[in-house]
């Protein structure tokens, strides 16, 4: 008498993704096969597919880039003037008070 042939598993069991929270945003990477990644960014699936993970790991902060520069800034009071990063207290050209 001959064994049962047992039953593949299905496609679906093999996917595969992960979430990665860089800042505000959310990356779900998923391999859908052996050199077939797709991408969505907040929860929006990014068009195309990708050979490796780390394709489509760039085009994930690509796109996350991009909605932070579409992103209209907070400013603390109106009119407030932008502030030098490391300037300290004697500005940039060095004069002190």
């Known amino acids: 008498m001959r064994p049962r042939r047992?039953?593949?598993?299905?496609?679906?069991?093999?996917?595969?993704?992960?979430?990665?929270?860089?800042?505000?945003?959310?990356?779900?990477?998923?391999?859908?096969?052996?050199g077939l990644w797709t991408l969505s960014?907040?929860?929006?699936?990014?068009?195309?597919?990708?050979?490796?993970?780390?394709?489509?790991?760039?085009?994930?902060?690509?796109?996350?880039?991009?909605h932070d520069r579409l992103r209209p800034r907070a400013v603390d009071s109106p009119g407030a003037a932008p502030v030098a990063v490391g300037a300290g207290r004697r500005g940039l050209r060095g004069k002190g008070p």
């Open 6 to 34: 047992t039953a593949t598993a299905p496609a679906a069991d093999l996917v595969r993704s992960e979430v990665y929270k860089i800042l505000d945003h959310y990356l779900v990477i998923t391999n859908l096969a052996e």
């Open 41 to 66: 960014v907040d929860g929006k699936p990014v068009p195309g597919a990708f050979a490796t993970q780390a394709e489509a790991w760039v085009a994930g902060v690509t796109v996350a880039d991009q």
